[in-house]
């Protein structure tokens, strides 16, 4: 029987007053952009970028740049080809405990709560992290967990505890951003 969830909180389905730049943003965030990147494709200073992330994540109900670009995959608003755009192979087995860590910066865990959960040092823990990215194809934090989320490595219980505890392929009912609401910025 397939699980479903009643959507009313705002950071669960997409703000209707997302314009056209929080969009594109969210897209760049998806996809693993720093605040240089950022700077460079929408043109403005890094004092800029500041605000207009700090806006999104308001917006958003996001407590922070993985939360806001995961739940734009949640939503569709971020599609694969925004999230890996050079379309490199992403090797998908990943050990329990790259799993662990990918489930982990998702739900916004530090590396200190990693380390304590899985018993080992928070140097142990960042070295994990460049053969995860590495697997992954992928260039940043944010980056890959947006791909776990894309391809299901990652439930959405982990981007927001209350969405199901659902891959994303499973989730029939999700809400979408229409391709008609957003506004110009």
Excluded: F
Excluded at 32 to 47: I, K, M, P, T, V
Excluded at 91 to 109: E, I, N
Aim: glycine share 8%; aromatic share 4%.
């Amino acid at each position: 029987m397939p699980t479903t969830a009643t959507i009313t909180d705002a950071p669960l389905a997409p703000p209707a007053d997302l314009t056209a730049t929080d969009v594109r943003l969210l897209r760049l965030l998806a996809g693993g952009a720093g605040n240089a990147r950022l700077c460079a494709a929408l043109g403005e200073s890094e004092y800029q970028i500041t605000q207009l992330v700090h806006g999104l994540l308001e917006r958003t109900c996001a407590r922070g740049r993985m939360q806001a670009a995961t739940l734009s995959v949640v939503w569709g608003v971020a599609q694969a080809e925004h999230v890996h755009p050079d379309g490199r192979p992403v090797m998908l087995a990943l050990s329990p405990r790259q799993l662990t860590l990918l489930q982990g910066w998702v739900a916004g865990r530090s590396n200190d709560d990693l380390a304590a959960e899985c018993g080992v040092t928070a140097s142990t823990i960042r070295g994990y992290r460049q053969p995860l990215l590495d697997k992954l194809a992928t260039s940043s934090n944010v980056q890959a967990g947006c791909l776990g989320v894309l391809y299901d490595l990652v439930t959405l219980d982990h981007v927001h505890p209350a969405l199901p505890p659902l891959p994303l392929s499973q989730w029939t009912d999700r809400p979408q951003l229409p391709a008609d609401s957003t506004r110009p910025a």
